[in-house]
């Protein structure tokens, strides 16, 4: 069984940086794709961001791209998402997911899901 724990999330200002971070354990990561997802209310979940665990590929929405960075951490199997320049749109429940498959934009590429982090950004 695998286990992924997000933590970092909070209320900040438009303009402002969070990072997240996501705690992986019950297995070994080194083959995974590590996701971050978001759900707004009254919206479906959407991709964020995915990283490959070896860090060597990584990938972003249209709507993050240039203010989010997604990295990770194999000796403490943590993965992270660094968002800057925070927007009130940003505002969601984020998810972290891993996949044993492709890399994957869709929420049914992953296998593993954390309960979620709830991020508010303020005007």
């Known amino acids: 069984q695998v286990q992924l724990v997000e933590s970092g999330g909070g209320l900040v200002q438009a303009g402002g940086s969070l990072r997240l971070s996501c705690a992986a354990s019950?297995?070994?990561?080194?083959?995974?794709?590590m996701g971050w997802f978001r759900q707004a209310p009254g919206k479906e979940r959407e991709f964020v961001a995915y990283i490959s665990w070896s860090g060597g590929s990584t990938y972003y929405a249209f709507a993050v791209k240039g203010r989010f960075t997604i990295s990770s951490d194999n000796d403490k199997n943590t993965v992270y998402l660094q968002m800057n320049s925070l927007k009130l749109e940003d505002t969601a429940v984020y998810y972290c997911?891993?996949?044993?498959?492709?890399?994957?934009?869709?929420?049914?590429?992953?296998?593993?899901w954390g309960q979620g982090t709830q991020v508010t950004v303020s005007s």
């Open positions: 019950g297995r070994t990561f080194s083959r995974y794709t």
């Open positions: 997911a891993a996949a044993h498959g492709m890399a994957s934009e869709e929420v049914h590429g992953y296998d593993y």
